[in-house]
Nanobody, 121 residues
């Protein structure tokens, strides 16, 4: 499956952005989907994931209550709604697909190209 992430940009602290991850080649309905991010000079870290079927979600503590992951199977797209953004949320955000549900990047076999989110005044 090919993944295309979009929706990044420059936003002020406290603002919102919605990232999209569109799938091509295969339906995303068959996959558990995750969002990860990598800030300059830091390791890639888990942000959120959503299960296939049940739609159960799980979030990193750093984004819990501010970010919401969702999926629209009809559009073959997964979203990451980001509210109350902070400067420390600045990173390249990646979507990924996996057959297992979890937070480890090594579990995800398919990755999008990343979209840059910059939170700054």
């Amino acid at each position: 499956v090919q993944l295309q992430a979009s929706g990044g940009g420059l936003v002020q602290p406290g603002g919102s952005l919605r990232l999209s991850c569109e799938g091509a080649g295969r339906t995303l309905r068959s996959y558990n989907m995750g969002w990860f991010r990598q800030a300059p000079g830091k390791e890639r870290e888990f942000v959120a994931c959503i299960a296939r079927g049940s739609g159960s979600t799980y979030y990193a503590d750093s984004v819990k209550g501010r970010f919401t992951v969702s999926r629209d199977n009809a559009k073959n797209t997964v979203y990451l709604q980001m509210d109350s953004l902070k400067p420390e949320d600045t990173a390249v955000y990646y979507c990924a697909a996996a057959l297992s549900f979890g937070t480890l990047a090594t579990m995800y076999g398919y990755w999008g190209q990343g979209t840059l989110v910059t939170v700054s005044s």
